[in-house]
């Protein structure tokens, strides 16, 4: 199965037939207080989509999880809206059940399973870097073949302790966090330098090549295509400190911009009109230069991110 399908499922079909079914719903509705009623809570759904889709990693992540954390909240507002067109008990409290459920699971998906998940959430900064620590550990596990089993850490530990009694070690920590971050980050910006370079290296398709010499091509692309694809879901649930936010918004553009190119690429050998061959190869060289372009404001938020922490750590070393 193709491994966007979940992702386009949980990003785009789901909160969207959410949305739509609200809207319906609320339409259809019996009595002129339940038409009211019902499009003031659709407009509180069709407001959380725009955050989601136009706002993208603000106030929630876009990603896979923030995509699910937006169906439990459309469907709690859905549920309330079922509720109040409900005439008979039965179905009344069928859907209260609904909505409870799924208030409980936007709970659980926004403060248990990820705390990071909501900038607003309501911990403190000290308990937010515990608890982000708790996450990485939990996500390093299955990295290190231990299902999920939570080994402690005694040095997160130790540097959670100092951060929730010294204000100087939380920007310590954070610095930290940042440190880590971009590591992973240039990890996967040297796997985008690759698909760049094999997009690069790609000769021309000859305009009398044969129907063999077409599809070796072809699947010559397809390749790179399939490693833009899986580098952009990788950039995408790449775990980042919430004061990084925007530097990770625009390494997902340039994610994006490389799985853009690659498909572009891709396209370049199916088509057999020069015409439609040289507009798709202008659009992968586009996406690519667009590309460099989010790389470098990606590096200069960076930077600001390391300048701004300075003073911070300059005077946690003056008191040490």
Known sequence: MNPQIPEIALTMVLP????????????AAYTTKQKVTGGLLSL?????????????NSYISYNVDGGLLLSFASMFIL????????????????????MVFMLAG?????????????????????????????????IQSFANGTGGKIIPNPKAAKASASTSSNGSSKEAHSQERIKSYVTNAEALIGRMRDITNSIDEFEPLSSNASESEREARSSQALAINNNATALNRKVMGLYHPH???????????ASESV????YSLYNYTLREDPE????????????????????KRFYNNIENLKSNNQP????AENAN
């Open 106 to 138: 936007f709970v659980g998906t926004a403060f248990w399973d990820r705390p990071t998940l909501l900038p607003v959430a309501k911990y403190k900064t000290y308990e937010q870097v515990m608890q982000d620590d708790k996450y990485q550990d939990y």
């Open 243 to 253: 004061s990084a936010a925007e530097a990770h918004s625009e390494l997902i553009q």
């Open 276 to 295: 439609e061959q040289l507009a798709q190869y202008k659009q992968a060289r586009n996406q690519i230069a667009q590309m460099n372009a989010a790389l």
């Open 79 to 98: 549920a309330i809206i079922f509720a109040i067109r409900s005439e008979d008990l039965a179905t009344k409290v069928g859907n209260i059940f609904l």
């Open 44 to 56: 509180i759904i069709v407001a959380m989509d725009c955050v989601f889709y136009f706002a993208k």
């Open 312 to 315: 911070q750590q300059q005077d």
């Open 16 to 27: 969207l037939g959410i949305t739509f079914t609200a809207i319906l719903q609320s339409v």
């Open 259 to 262: 799985r853009l190119a690659a």
